[in-house]
Structure formats: C-alpha cells, structure tokens
C-alpha cells in the first residue's frame, strides 16, 4: 500500500518558518480545511490554530551548544492511535495513500484524538470548535490540473533550503525511501508503536582541521599596504569607518 509522507532533513533546516507560514496561508484559503483561526495575534495571550511549527531549542552546555530547528506535524502514522479512539469517526486514514484526514462535517470537538496523540499534532480550532490537523495538502496532491511537479504539500515547495522531502516511503526506490535508508532516517518516538510515516533525516557535522600557516595570507592587502593594526591598540569602533 502506498504511504505518502515528509522526510525532513534537520541538517538543512535553518529554522526560518518558511514552512510553517506557506502552510497556513494555502490551508487558510483551501477547501480542505476552511479558515484556520488567529484569536489576538498580536496581544500578549496569542491563539491560533497551525498545521505545522518549528521548534528551536539548544543543546550542549556553554561554549560548545547547538541550536536545533525541529519542524513537527502530523505524522501520519501508519497504525494512528486518533483513529479508533473517534466516536464518530470522524478521524480517518486514506486506503489509497495512508494519509490521516478529519471529516469536519462529523468531528464534534470531543478532543478524543488529541488525547492519543503521543506528538501532540492535533489542534482545537476555537472558533470552529473541530480538531485540526496537517492534510499533507491533499487539494494540491489530488489537484491533476496542476502540473505534476507542483502536486505537493506547499511547505515542501516553499522551503528554500529543500529541506522537507516528499514521497511514498513504501516505495524502496522514492527519493524518501532512499534519503531514509542512505542517511540515518529515523522515526519520532518509535516506542510509542505508532509507525509515524514521517521521517528525519540527523544532523552531522563535518570536522574541518585548519593549520596555523592557512591563517596567514600571503596577499593580505592590508599586509601589502602597511596597515596593519597594532595588536596593542584598543579595538576597532564603528567610527573608525564611519564619515560625519
């Protein structure tokens, strides 16, 4: 069976919420999914309701910290716990690409399926008063008007570091399948046995050994022209470059 799903790489994401702002404003306008309610956006007490955000953290302890950008949805989960939990079955999983939708039309707003959720992907929608959720843009997939290249999820096309994949992780040969299986992808929270399509590619880091004679340029203009500072002066101030 085909699962559709994002591989994210966080080796790339530069925490830049490209992606959490090109989200709301297709699904804002999209039939899928109807308004997405900002209460106060600019007050202290902000409330609204987003399919996608990024979390950015740091880890490590002075001076040698990292700061991690974590962009988190619905994972569409292959054995989704907000599923059999719906009374009115309003939650619901796609035979055709395994991708986890919510019927408006039956969801009372009960928070069943947020209670199960082990990421925390769901979302009360205040004004509407349904639960909400990543649709993996299903209007843009489903949409054979549009160009084939185009039939995507809008955070995937709008993220300028192309950080976020998109494909069938069943498919062995998919650009996700592969970028899983040649780079570490892994799953959020394996033990929860929830079998999150999603995946994430780690973060690495390249280990860069610079000698002390690349430190010195041979064609130092400054060097050539005699301007060298004075290592025994005081530091250089903004108005040392500035005109008045």
């Not at 899928?32 to 609204?48: H, I, Q, R, V």
């Not at 008063?129 to 549009?146: F, N, Q, S, W």
């Not at 185009?150 to 040969?173: E, M, W, Y």
């Amino acid at each position: 069976m085909t699962q559709l799903a994002l591989v994210i790489d966080l080796n790339v994401c530069v925490g830049c919420h490209s992606c959490v702002t090109s989200c709301k404003q297709w699904n804002t306008s999209s039939y899928t999914s109807g308004s997405m309610t900002d209460l106060n956006p600019y007050d202290e007490d902000p409330n609204g309701t987003f399919f996608n955000r990024v979390q950015t953290f740091e880890v490590g302890e002075f001076p040698n910290t990292d700061t991690i950008h974590f962009p988190k949805s619905c994972l569409h989960c292959e054995d989704a716990p907000c599923v059999p939990v719906c009374p009115t079955g309003a939650s619901h999983k796609r035979e055709k690409d395994g991708i986890v939708l919510v019927d408006y039309d039956k969801c009372i707003g009960c928070g069943y399926c947020s209670w199960a959720c082990p990421y925390g992907a769901r979302e009360l929608d205040p004004r509407e008063k349904v639960m909400k959720k990543c649709t993996l843009c299903v209007d843009r997939i489903d949409d054979e008007t549009l160009p084939e290249e185009q039939r995507k999820p809008s955070c995937v096309i709008h993220c300028p570091t192309n950080a976020r994949l998109f494909g069938d992780v069943h498919d062995p040969d998919s650009e996700v399948s592969v970028a899983i299986r040649e780079r570490g992808g892994y799953q959020l929270m394996p033990e929860q046995g929830t079998m999150p399509a999603n995946h994430y590619l780690p973060r690495y880091k390249n280990k860069i050994t610079i000698h002390e004679d690349e430190l010195q340029r041979e064609d130092n203009p400054l060097k050539k022209e005699g301007h060298l500072p004075d290592p025994g002066s005081r530091a250089s101030s903004i108005e040392d470059y500035s005109s008045f």
